[in-house]
Every structure is written in C-alpha cells, then in structure tokens.
C-alpha cells in the first residue's frame, strides 16, 4: 500500500470513530465488552477497525517519513494487539456457538472442536464478573475437567459423547450468576460424571478387544440398536476379529483396498455365524455390522492405524 500520511491518518480516524463506543484505553472493560457481544455483525465492525489499525501500524513504523511516523503516537499497538487476540477468541466463540445450535437443532453429530473452543472461551475469561473471585476459580476448574473428558473419548461419535456434548453446550451458553452458580456448578459435575463413567464403559470394552477401536465402536454402534444381547455381540466380533486380523496380518493391503476388505468382512462374519449358529438372532444385522466395521476399519487405518496388531 502506497504510505500517503493523508490517507493513513483518515483510515486511522475513521477506524478509532468505529470503535467509539468501545473502551479500547482500558483492557480489563474492553474485555467485559468483547464478552458481552452476541451478534457476529458486530463483531466483523469492531474486528475490522482493530485490524485497520494494526494493518496502518505497521505500514507506518516502516516508513521513513516523519510525519507518517508521528502518527504512531495516537496508537497503542500493545493494547490493540491485545484487543485483536481477544476478538479472534470471540469469533471462535460465536462460530462455534452457531455451529452447535444448529447440530441440535437438525440432530446433527456435534464437533469436538466447536465444543472446545466455548470451553477455551469460558476458562480463558473466567466468566462473569459478578462471581467472586473462588467461584470463577472454581467453574474454570470444572470446565477445564470438562475439556479434558470430551479430549480423552475413545468415541466421540457415540450416543454417550453426543448426549453429553449437548447437554453441556446447552450448559455453556446459559449466563453464569451468582444466583445459579450452585445450580450450574452441580450440572457441570452431574455431567462430567456422566462422561467419565461412558468412557470407562469404552475403556472396559477396549481391554476385551485387544485395545482395537474398530471393534468396540462397531460393538457399540450395535448396543445402540437395542439388542440386548452384549455376550453375543462379543462373541461374533471377536471371532469376525480373529480372522479378519489374520487375513490382514499375511496381506496388509487388504486394508486400503476397499473392495477385497467388504468382500473379507462378509465372507467371515458368515463363517462367524456358521461356526456360532446359536447367534442367529444378531444375523438381521448382517449388512449393518458390515458397514460400520468397514468404515471403523477404514478410518483407523487411515488415521494411522489406532490399534495396531
């Protein structure tokens, strides 16, 4: 950009008159500020100006004229260097706020990621400012704990991991007082709880699977179906498993190529069924147990192989 000290000096102007209504000169209010706003329209207009700002900062501090560089008297780049990472913060926030409300909304799988940046939010500005200081403390440690059981799912797809998620998200975006701090406080632990004892229930799972991922979603995935029948489910995936692990353990390949792995996997369950007929009920499943391994195999494999043999 050509430095026209004019011109620099208006787009300056023009963004510190946009940014009029906010305490930029006090970063603590300024804080409370950029946590109070709830529309993305608003925050693209602050953003925009914070980032005018920076962008005329540095063109200014390269320059060799005089009067360009007296213009860096009327900037804080530190305060606003500040001001922009909190922001970049709330777009995460809303971003990821409109994502979740809209996964509840049309019944969608809730991302990890849309659900951690609220956590991140909450911890990193400590709530709300009507909380004594042991209170704010106290929720951050929650949430942190929070963070770290939706980090350490072994399933995160899982109807457990989805309930949770939602149920916390909804938790999250319920202003926090000191009136229903207790309320909110005792939610957080209930929930927490909750998904702990979910991922030990996947974590027990993985022990009886050889610690193989693929199996125990797909071994979930048939739970959820309602059949209440978990010895036999185990029972045919561990010896769908067995033979399956040796096929691949003389072929590798047989992994990445799509059509031999589905032909492997139906030619071995029916030889499960075969060699277990008391297990016919779970034979109606037949095409769904074949799917879901396929793809939990696939997706393993293609992650790095999760459970290697």
């Known amino acids: 950009m050509f430095a026209d000290p004019n011109t620099l000096e208006k787009d300056i102007k023009n963004a510190y008159n946009d940014l009029f209504d906010y305490p930029i000169d006090n970063i603590e209010t ?22 005018t700002l920076k962008e005329r900062y540095n063109i200014i501090r390269t320059s060799n004229d005089e009067k360009i560089l007296s213009l860096k008297e009327k900037m ?46 909450k911890i990193e500005f400590k709530e709300s400012k009507e909380l004594r200081f ?27 991991f989805q309930d949770f998620s939602k149920k916390l998200s909804k938790l999250l975006q319920e202003p926090l007082t000191s009136d229903n701090f207790n309320e909110i406080s005792t939610a957080c632990n209930t929930l927490v709880s909750q998904a702990e004892k979910a991922n030990q229930k996947t974590t027990l799972l993985l022990n009886k699977y050889n610690n193989d991922l693929s199996y125990v979603i797909t071994h979930k995935r048939l739970m959820d179906q309602n059949i209440s029948n978990p010895m036999g489910i185990f029972t045919l995936l561990s010896a769908l498993k067995s033979a399956l692990d040796e096929r691949i353990s003389k072929r590798q390949e047989t992994l990445s190529e799509e059509d031999t792995l589905k032909t492997a996997i139906k030619r071995e369950l029916r030889n499960a069924f075969k060699e277990n007929p008391s297990l016919k009920d779970l034979q109606k499943e037949t095409d769904f147990i074949a799917q879901t391994l396929f793809d939990e195999l696939t997706q393993n494999d293609n992650q790095g192989n999760f459970n290697a043999q």
């Open 134 to 160: 042991k209170e704010r403390e106290e929720i951050s440690a929650k949430y942190k704990q929070a963070k770290e059981v939706l980090e350490n799912s072994p399933d995160k797809k899982g109807k457990e």
């Open 76 to 121: 804080d780049i530190e305060k606003i260097s500040k001001i922009s990472s909190m922001l970049n913060q709330k777009a995460k926030q809303l971003h990821a706020k409109e994502n979740i409300n809209k996964a509840i909304n049309t019944n969608d799988l809730i991302i990890l990621e849309d659900l951690i940046a609220l956590l991140d939010f």
């Open 30 to 51: 300024m804080t409370n500020a950029i946590v109070s706003i709830s529309e993305m329209k608003e925050l693209q207009k602050v953003s925009h100006a914070i980032n």
